[in-house]
């Protein structure tokens, strides 16, 4: 809750969907009214606009009434720069079943942000995301779960395929290791139509507490991606959850395989809250001999990482903070930054609408 008292000067930092705002709030001698001037700007925010600015930061929440409106006609803080916001491309959005209005939600909630979601989509819920993804698709780019033990994962594949899907994913809670040969079909399958796979790495949560089940996390280890990349180089892998907790192995395939990225989807970025900094010695190759193949011959090494939220539509802005606030921490350039959010994706996916 931020209050700003009569007399008081505040500086702080909003993040919104593709800038950062140092905002300077003064009290005016009116007490009703206090000026707010973003970082750059020749204008004023209306009330309406900070608030809406905050809130799409998901970084702070103002208490109404403490700011109010101002004299002036301020420009759409969305474009503040005077140039148009870059996509953002969420990886890791999955279908909610349980919500007869996901799409329309979807489209309520990433439009504001500009935000094109991969979203996750079980075989039975196919044609639903498939015709959502032809009116919207500038909002959505479908991707198709199969289970890869199930017997016909392989024509599973084809059908989405066939209606027009961009890749698989997320593919988890696997009887075998990722690189076991039975799913090479598949991988064989996702390489000839150059698709995009998302992995989950890592550690999994348990389905059932009291019921044995057939999961465990050391078959989604991230190094297990490397081998998959490299006999299908025309696969995009990419992890989710940067292999949690295995962040270093992560790091590693992610840099010597041009076609490997990972997001930083899950529990990391609220475990790591307090020592963001340390993603420094995970993509630690900055301005090292060793040079790779990059988006944009990007030489920065956080460059490996793609936005992904994994957190239900509510999640996808306090997503988009946290990632802010790793870049805050790591000083990640804001070219990086751009690749990391949308830009690597949206080449990678020929995303144009
Ligand atoms: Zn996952």
Redesign the pocket.
């Known amino acids: 809750m931020l209050y700003i008292t009569a007399g008081q000067q505040h500086t702080f930092f909003v993040r919104t969907v593709d800038k950062d705002f140092r905002i300077t709030a003064q009290h005016s001698r009116n007490p009703s009214l206090v000026n707010v001037r973003g970082f750059r700007m020749q204008h004023p925010f209306s009330r309406r606009q900070f608030l809406a600015t905050i809130s799409a930061a998901g970084a702070v929440s103002v208490s109404s009434g403490a700011i109010a409106a101002t004299a002036g006609t301020p420009p759409d803080p969305m474009v503040a720069y005077g140039e148009e916001a870059d996509r953002i491309v969420d990886m ?1 959005v999955h279908f909610d079943e349980k919500n007869p209005n996901f799409v329309d939600d979807l489209v309520k909630v990433t439009e504001p942000l500009n935000i094109t979601a991969c979203v996750l989509t079980p075989y039975v819920n196919r044609m639903v995301v498939s015709e959502a993804a032809k009116r919207h698709p500038a909002r959505i780019v479908p991707f198709g779960y199969i289970e890869m033990d199930a017997p016909d994962a392989l024509r599973q594949a084809e059908e989405f395929h066939a209606l027009g899907y961009k890749g698989l994913g ?1 593919l ?1 809670f696997v009887k075998k290791p990722f690189t076991d040969p039975a799913y090479m079909p598949v991988y064989e399958l996702a390489n000839r139509y150059s698709w995009v796979i998302l992995f ?2 890592g550690i ?1 949560l348990r389905q059932k507490f009291d019921e044995p089940e057939d999961v465990a996390s050391y078959r989604m280890r991230a190094f297990h991606l490397e081998e998959i990349a490299r006999r299908f180089p025309k696969i995009t892998v990419l992890g ?2 940067c292999g949690n907790p295995e962040y270093e192995w992560a790091g590693e395939v992610a840099r010597w395989n041009p076609n490997i990225f990972f997001d930083l ?2 529990s990391s970025l609220t475990k790591m809250r307090d020592r963001l900094a340390d993603f420094r010695k995970i993509f630690w190759w900055t301005g090292t001999k060793w040079k790779t193949k990059t988006p944009e011959d990007d030489p920065n090494a956080f460059v490996k990482l793609v936005f992904g939220s ?1 957190e239900g539509l509510d999640g996808i802005a306090p997503a988009l903070a946290q990632y802010r606030a790793m870049f805050e921490a790591c000083d990640v350039p804001i070219h990086t930054r751009k690749l990391i959010l949308g830009g690597t994706l949206t080449k990678i996916l020929g995303l144009t609408a």
Do not use: F
Request: aromatic fraction near 0%; avoid cysteine.
């Open positions: 890791h997320e988890e989950h790495t999994v989710a959850h989807s899950g994994d």
